[in-house]
């Protein structure tokens, strides 16, 4: 089978502190003002990406993985996840304070909910002036000390809170406490799961006036409880080349910034390949096709392609590996 480069509809999501960036900033087709996750590309149970281009338009891509797993995923990514994809790609708009939230480790996710669990990275791609993230603690604390914050209502003073800018790109491994603040555009990288452990929403209600779910008990041996300073990522930005950000078991990341065509030999990748385009526009293509993309869409370039050529005169693009 011959697999061009394939590009999927958005999944949007409306959450209780979206906003409209995804439409402003990005040309989602968002329907309200509170859209705050477009999910790219996805096999999350329910949420199934569907084939937008070419001639497996209105295919799933669970569908294509099951029908052609190796020249897809790449032969060692089928070898140790199945016919599973393991990432899961998105863009987020933070109108409001995310909840202050954690994820479990693969073995506590497997023992606990049958689940990968979720170490994920995030490209800064917009932020209001004074927008900031929560990546971590301020200083090491104990259990108890965390269990009494909860209790007396004080966990934000133990809290890291990060300012950003574009181009600001964060790691975030599983136990960290994070949130995304108010006010940030951003794409997000992580292992396919949906297991969120959230411990504090800011006492917000949902619009039938309920409190959100938190997952107290749950999260507190989930926990990383050491303060570290880890989750900023120094990356090269150098014009026209391939700059790693991210190299972890889960995924890897690198940043193309480009002014002119690119050519890439892949052909010993055994990988598929994900551009997010966070900045510009290009055509990619391999030997079977091509697809055009631009600021906030992605594309998915299936492992059997020994050539990616990147078309462009101004692009800038993560690259997505396993």
Not at 240 to 253: A, E, L, R
Request: glycine residues 6%; proline residues 2%.
């Amino acid at each position: 089978m011959k697999l061009y480069p394939l590009k999927f509809n958005p999944i949007l999501k409306e959450r209780l502190w979206g906003g409209t960036k995804l439409k402003d900033v990005l040309g989602k087709p968002i329907e309200n003002d509170i859209t705050g996750e477009s999910w790219e590309l996805s096999t999350v149970e329910g949420d199934v990406s569907i084939v937008a281009n070419g001639e497996f338009s209105g295919n799933s891509l669970q569908d294509l993985i099951n029908n052609y797993p190796e020249e897809l995923l790449g032969k060692s990514v089928y070898a140790r996840f199945g016919k599973e994809f393991p990432i899961l790609i998105k863009f987020i708009d933070a109108k409001q304070d995310l909840s202050i939230q954690l994820h479990p480790n693969d073995e506590l996710a497997k023992k606990r909910h049958n689940s990968f669990g979720k170490t994920e990275m995030w490209y800064i791609m917009d932020a209001d002036k004074g927008a900031e993230l929560i990546v971590g603690f301020n200083k090491d604390v104990t259990k108890d000390e965390y269990a009494k914050s909860i209790e007396e209502d004080s966990l934000l003073d133990l809290l890291n809170y990060e300012n950003v800018k574009e181009g600001d790109t964060f790691f975030i491994n599983t136990g960290k406490m994070h949130a995304i603040g108010a006010g940030v555009l951003l794409a997000e990288i992580q292992q396919t799961s949906d297991i969120t452990y959230r411990v504090f929403d800011f006492n917000r209600r949902d619009k039938n006036g309920n409190l959100r779910e938190l997952h107290t008990d749950l999260a507190l041996d989930a926990i990383d409880y050491t303060k570290k300073d880890d989750f900023k990522v120094k990356y090269s930005d150098k014009k026209d080349s391939v700059n790693n950000m991210v190299s972890c078991p889960y995924f890897n990341t690198n940043i193309l910034e480009l002014t002119k065509d690119l050519e890439l030999d892949v052909e010993k990748r055994d990988s598929f390949t994900i551009y997010m385009c966070v900045g510009g526009k290009a055509t990619i293509s391999n030997e079977f096709g091509s697809v055009s993309i631009k600021k906030g869409e992605t594309t998915l370039v299936p492992a059997q392609s020994k050539k990616i050529n990147i078309i462009t005169t101004s692009a800038k693009l993560l690259e997505v590996t396993i």
